[in-house]
């Protein structure tokens, strides 16, 4: 099983999946695209219809902003990632009162992180490109990049296909438990390099490795931040789009929410009440909480030495080994609001505070705690965007996609990491009347049998349970029998095994979706640029599939 590279000349085909099939989706996901009203109450409006998007628009317009502001601290990362021009334009837009944006995010994982970070990104550049067209009205995609998040293990990995398709992982050097400090704060160690190199030897070579390895080089580079090594190579990949990235850790952007930050010390559990109250209903309905919130704290963290929570004790508010007053607490974010950032369930609120936004591209766990926030949004008096489901996919080699429709096989029964699709699918390969003849000797011996047994009372009762031990043995030997012709099967058939292990292998490495285990460099590495340019043309923006690719 190799990776071979394909030619610019080839097209995108794809075919799409309910992702009710698919295993692990919760119930709530499902029921957003397909059941919208049982879900409703928890959101601001239904994607699917155009009199949201109109009514989305609306009401970010009314909101007041600091358009100036936004676009000059925008302009100012950029300048310091020498941004493509294109993205640099896109931000330049967002100071005029008429633009809006579609926004998407995620942590700044290792050379780009998994497939479904590059898919969100793309969903968040079609929408805004949708909206303009048939709203006309000004829209940008915005790339939220969540650098104030403190899991350095969750990001320092990337995994890749090698070139018998086997997943291969490099990573930075792990850090001490005891270090909470903001994936923002930390240089890129000098082993950066050797990452880059053990990445370079774990992809198989094609015409594409040594571009895609310098403009790693250039993205990656030891004393620079991680958040802003995954900045800069995401600019490098989607700038040229249109795409804006915003660090969410720069410490210019904070006064933008200096309000919120103050409304949230002084209100203090109010955010935690409410979406406790709304996790409570989503679970009176049927649904999962996918957030448990604290009910007596402000959902903030303190940003000193390391990023510490904020937690309500004796009257007073307990930061690391320092205890604060709410007056004072509040008057140090008046003045200093860089020292606060976020946590999940302010983040958004904040997130759409600063940008004009219309509509977040979400995944399926991220709905889940979205939903719990329709009330601190009310509260708040921020609009509350649309939720737009990323698109969701696999992308397959030609020689997987066409397997699977030769022989019929659904993509999720290859998930499973045993044989037993592989079994049945050969079995269904084998001569009708073979396997005929099995069945029909079974079931002719076990009614052959139970005659025999029913009238065995007549002369001896004691040796009908004789007579039974009987059965099951010539039944087990029949079953043992099939079994051995399923083996010859695949003996006969390696060719057809083979390619259900590289189907399998390529959708499921390790058992787990595709999009969600290996990063997008893997099949930039595999393509090249064409790979972005066919995702941005042809990638469905149809909700409630999910897209079996081939590139």
Known sequence: MSIQPVTSTETVQ????DIRHLPGLRSLAADYVYHFAAVSSFFAGDPASPQAWSDAIRRTRALPRRRGDLAALLAAQQRRRDAPPAACDAAARLADEQTVAVVTGQQAGLFGGPLYTLLKAITALQLAKRVSREQGTPTVAVFWVESEDHDWDEVRTCTVFDADLQAQTVSLPARGEADAAPVATIAL??????????LEAALPPTEFTAGLVEQLQRAYRPGIGMADGFARWLETVLGPAGLVVYDASDPAAKPLARDLFVREITSAGETGRLAAAAGAEL?????HAQVQAHEDSPALFYLGSGRHAIRAQDGQF???DERWSRDALAELARREPARFSPNVLLRPLVQDTIFPNICYVAGPNELAYLGQLRGVYEQAGVPMPLMYPRATATILDTTAVRFLGRYDVALPTLQPQDESTLNHLLAAQLPPHVDASIQEA?????ERMETVIEALPAVDPTLAGAARSTLGRMQHDLKNLHGKLIQAAKRRDETLRRQFMHARAQAFPGGHPQERTIGFVSFLNQYGPVLIDRLRESLPLEMGRHWVITI
Do not use: F, L
């Open 14 to 17: 794809h075919s799409g999946i």
């Open 189 to 198: 160690p000098d082993e950066i390099r050797s990452t880059i190199v053990d």
């Open 283 to 287: 679970v009176r309905r049927g649904y």
């Open 318 to 320: 307990a930061v690391a």
């Open 442 to 446: 079974t079931r002719t011996i076990t």
